[in-house]
């Protein structure tokens, strides 16, 4: 599953989530993918925009309107 994620940091900083399981284990990964950025699709551990470590349950999804 992969889903548009938003910091919770006044930036909103975008973050592109990507969850992985293995067997019993399962965890996100996060991604850049803002083209600007100098980070643009590596891996971060970290909100480029606050560095508050990046925690699925401290990130919003982003919904698009329609
Ligand atoms: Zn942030």
């Given at each position: 599953m992969a889903a548009l994620l938003?910091?919770?940091?006044?930036?909103?900083?975008?973050?592109?989530?990507e969850s992985w399981r293995v067997e019993e284990k399962h965890g996100w990964a996060f991604f850049d993918q803002q083209d600007w950025?100098?980070?643009y699709a590596q891996r971060l551990t970290r909100c480029p925009a606050c560095g508050r470590r990046l925690e699925r349950k401290?990130?919003?999804?982003?919904?698009?309107?329609a």
């Open positions: 938003r910091c919770s940091c006044e930036h909103e900083r975008e973050i592109w989530g950025s100098e980070t401290n990130l919003r999804a982003v919904t698009h309107p």
